[in-house]
């Protein structure tokens, strides 16, 4: 039997993820939040009575959303949260729903286990859409020309905390993510490997991780993004992310024709870092700096940084850093443990699981 205090735990998780998803209760597909624990719906936004037909209320929607799936259906549903393991888990199902006014539909049905970061608790995020071309990223363009890495601010909930103003260049409202959950934000298909990741920064296996995947962007449409993650401590301990759109049209940077060194300073470049600053988490001078940065723009066609920025993708880091004494771009790459997912190099427009 459950104590009282992982009882409390689990129910403050559920409750967090829950308030997360009301955040983005805009979204043009279905969306819910239900206690696998209890079967509870703790939250559904108002497109999940749209596509059961729209006679109800969301919340009466949800409720009822087995009444209309054919019991094959849910038997399946059922077998899949009875069988819900230790792990995060992100499940997809296609089910043919019949609503009580309106004809017989398809509906793609993305089942997302995720576990708290901090303590007991499991929560299921169940999203629901009726056209699958609506999981294309979409480009992210901003509304100026400036160097640009935009900053959100978790606590070890991974709550969004605080959003920094230039999504406004991406015509989101900054004030919208505060109270996100990273968990929410991200495509419940790369959600798996995100979370690996984001957990081992928590806990101090890793001093800062970096990953591309698919978030919400505006109008509640995925965007294809990279995501630096890196942990700030202090009496309250923080993440905080650098957030950048990845344009899959731009080429990537040739590691044949860079060095190691090169590379590691190009993608220090792209996350809007100076020489100077480079320099001393390089632990060199930024006269040294400035004179690799002048061999890098030489090779790759370009004079500055805005101009490389805007030329090549990113460069993906391959693992994250393990050890808090080794500084970005020294010593060598660390593999991570078994079941570790490395940096995505695939598009993330794709529709695989991030491996």
């Not at 559920?14 to 079967?39: E, K, M, N, W, Y």
């Not at 993510?177 to 957990?199: K, N, T």
């Not at 806990?203 to 698919?214: M, N, Q, S, T, Y």
Request: aromatic share 4%; glycine share 8%; net charge negative.
């Amino acid at each position: 039997m459950e104590s009282r205090d992982a009882l409390g735990a689990h129910d403050r998780w559920v409750g967090v993820i829950g308030h997360a998803a009301s955040r983005v209760a805009a979204v043009p597909f279905g969306l819910a939040v239900v206690d696998p624990r209890t079967g509870a719906i703790v939250y559904a936004n108002p497109a999940i009575a749209g596509l059961l037909g729209g006679s109800v209320p969301a919340t009466v929607a949800a409720a009822a959303a087995l009444d209309v799936v054919p019991a094959a259906t849910r038997h399946v549903l059922s077998a899949l949260v009875t069988d819900l393991g230790d792990e995060d888990s992100c499940h997809n199902l296609d089910v043919r729903v019949t609503p009580p006014d309106g004809p017989a539909r398809e509906l793609r049905l993305h089942v997302l286990h995720v576990h708290a970061v901090v303590g007991d608790g499991e929560a299921l995020v169940v999203v629901a859409v009726d056209d699958a071309h609506d999981w294309h990223p979409q480009d992210l363009e901003l509304q100026s020309d400036a160097l640009w890495a935009v900053k959100v601010a978790y606590d070890l909930d991974l709550v969004i905390v605080g959003a920094d103003s230039r999504f406004r260049e991406w015509a989101m409202d900054p004030a919208d993510q505060v109270g996100g959950h990273l968990f929410v934000m991200m495509h419940p298909e790369d959600v798996p490997a995100v979370s690996a990741l984001a957990r081992g920064l928590v806990a101090g296996r890793f001093v800062d991780v970096e990953f591309d995947a698919r978030a919400l962007g505006p109008d509640g449409r995925w965007a294809a993004v990279r995501v630096a993650l890196r942990r700030l401590e202090g009496p309250c301990p923080l993440v905080v992310a650098d957030v950048r759109p990845t344009d899959l049209r731009f080429p990537p940077i040739d590691p044949g024709i860079v060095t190691d060194r090169e590379m590691e300073i190009a993608r220090a470049l792209f996350v809007g870092r100076r020489a100077p600053q480079i320099a001393e988490r390089q632990g060199v001078s930024a006269k040294t700096i400035r004179n690799q940065m002048t061999s890098l723009y030489r090779k790759l066609g370009v004079t500055t940084q805005s101009e490389l920025v805007a030329s090549y993708s990113m460069p993906p880091r391959p693992w994250p850093l393990r050890h808090p004494g080794v500084m970005e771009g020294d010593g060598a790459a660390t593999e991570p443990p078994a079941g570790t997912p490395a940096t995505r190099s695939a598009s993330p427009g794709d529709t695989e699981t991030t491996p």
